[in-house]
Structures are given as C-alpha cells and as structure tokens.
C-alpha cells in the first residue's frame, strides 16, 4: 500500500447559506520518496485539502468525509483513516508523520522564543530516543544549511532574513522525523534567488531521507524542476493528474493547457502574456456540471448538446491514457488513438 491514499475526500464549510463543497471527491496517492505538486490557481482548494490530511482544520465549521488512509509505521499502529483518528492518535500524525512548512514563516515561529528551543520543543514531542533535543536541534539548523549553527540556535526568529526563517521551519518540520512533509507555497514570500536555495533544499532531503513531500503551488515552473508528478486542481476537484514530464508535454484538459500556456516565457516571441478569462468561481456558484464550464475556450467550439452536457453533468477523473487521468467530457488533448 502507497504511505498515503485519499479517497473521495470531500470538505465542506458550515455557513448560513447551507453546506459550501470547497472540495470534492478528491482522490490521489503518495508513494515513499515521491513528490507530488498539488497546482492550480489560488481558491482551487489546494491548502484546504492538504491541511485535511492530519485534520488542522476546525470541525465544525469544516464537515469531512472520505478516507485518508496512512500507513504511520509498524511502532504507531500501521495503517489507518486518519478521518476515524481520536485526538491522542491525531496528535501523533500532526508532525510525527506529516509535518507541514507554510507560505509566512515569520507568522508560524513564535516571536517570544530562541529558534533553537523551539526545534528542540518539536524533537522532545516526537522523538523520545534524542537525549539532547538542543544539541539535535543545532545538528538540523546545520542539515538544512545555516551557517554556524550553535549561535544562530540562540537567535529569536526576527534576527533572522525571511530566507534563513524557511530553512528554520524546514529543521522544525524535520525534527519531527515525519514520512511525510508538506509545503504549501513554501517560497512564495521569499526573493527569486532565496526561493532556488529553499527548492534546492527540499529537493535535496527528498533525496537524502526519502521523504515523501506535498509541493503546493501556483507555479508550474517549480514543478516541472522539482516534482516526479502532479494533480491539478480546480475548483474543489482534481481535473488532470499524471508525472510531471507526460503533464507538460501532453496536457489534456483544457485548464490545464491554459495554465501552461500562461506560464510568461523569458525572451518569448510574444510580447502580451497568455491569461484564463475568468476567475475560479467560489463555492456556492460551483453550479452542477463541470466547474471549469464558464471558462472553457474549447467548450465554445462544441455543439449545444455537448455544452449542455458540460453543464449539467460533473465530469469524472478517469485515466485516459496509462498514469495520466483527466476529468473532461470532450478531452481536446486527447489524440485520436491515444486513449487507454
Ligand atoms: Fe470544457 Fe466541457 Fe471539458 Fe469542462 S467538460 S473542461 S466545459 S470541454
């Protein structure tokens, strides 16, 4: 069995206006050692779906249902829904088996305590065989790259460049000794240079521990350097998902060439940059067909009946050719006689 399998995972927020489908019906795996982006554009349900893996949403407003099942290792237990998880359990899989580095690390590290303390506070949670947390703490500042590691250990967080606070968070999130880390737009607040270093690096401990990672993003550019292979989203749903070189090359759904062909290309021949008309609608106008109805350009060049069927019937992710499944009525990518 994979480290990880969701199944039909679907989340729901609790409002006035009734239950809103943020996301639905998601299923995808995690082998040991991969990398796997979740891409798509901001509102497409990404974070949401990944803090769902170890439940850090609140529930209620957040209703959940599906499975998330996950293998936690022979000494916790093996494999089990972490949906069906009491609270002491849950508390283990939190770090100790997927760990997460968001977008703002000058939000999540606590202003008030050294960097060092703070990693040692997340080893002595997780690992009991460490006898020096502080000692293992300076050893993980040195893994991840900051330079003379005892000293900078005794630093507060805002003596720090945003840069040196990711690869801080990065040693937290490793001091867990999790099978699992996630990391949600990890460079999004960084510099471009700064942002290569921080890739670098998680790439880097995906290969040295082989640590399986959930790669978060909008930026198709960073996935086809760093990821083995990635799910599209889009409104809630993934609608394309195969390894990273079959998805640049053979894009099939329609959302999917247009995210390609907006990534701006350096010394192009085209000065206007490609966009999406558009905008991902919000939960309660996802309507009862294909989310993406509203803003496909192929769906233009299909007859009344085909359109019709676009918008009233959700199509399902299916896998058209071998690994690469999409969830399209009318795949345009699709050659003739490709199809599985
Ligand atoms: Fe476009 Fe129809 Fe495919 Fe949706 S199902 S992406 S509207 S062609």
Sequence with gaps: MPLLEVKNLSVQFRTDGGLQPTVTDVSFSLERGEMLALVGESGCGKSVTCMSLARLLPEPPVVLSGEVLLDRGPEHG???????????????????????????????????????????????????????????????????????????????????????????????????????????????????????????????????????????????????????????????????????????????????????????????????????????PSPDKFGRGCRFCDRCEYADSLSEEQRRLCREEPPRLRELVPSHACACHFPPGLTAGKEA
């Design 78 to 280: 093996g494999v089990a829904d972490v949906l069906q998880l009491g609270e002491r359990a849950l508390r283990q899989v939190r770090g100790g088996c997927i760990s997460y580095i968001f977008q703002e690390p000058s939000v999540s590290l606590n202003p008030v305590f050294r960097v060092g303390d703070q990693i040692a506070e997340a080893v002595r949670l997780h690992r009991k065989d460490v006898s020096d947390p502080f000692e293992e703490a300076v050893e993980l500042l040195r893994q991840v790259g900051i330079p003379d590691p005892a000293n900078r250990a005794k630093q507060y967080p805002h003596e720090m460049s945003g840069g040196m606070q990711q690869r801080v968070m990065i040693a937290m999130a490793l001091g867990c000794a999790p099978s699992i880390l996630v990391a949600d737009e990890p460079t999004t607040a960084l510099d471009v240079t700064i942002q290569a270093q921080i890739l670098d690096l998680l790439l880097s401990l995906k290969k040295d521990r082989g640590m399986a990672v959930i790669l978060v993003t909008h930026n198709l550019g960073i996935v086809a350097e760093l990821a083995d292979r990635v799910a599209v989203m889009y409104a809630g749903r993934i609608i394309e998902t195969a390894p990273v070189a079959e998805l640049i090359a053979h894009p099939i759904h329609p959302y999917t060439s247009a995210l390609i062909r907006a990534v701006p290309v350096l010394g192009g021949e085209h000065n206007r940059l490609n966009t999406i008309r558009g905008t991902v």
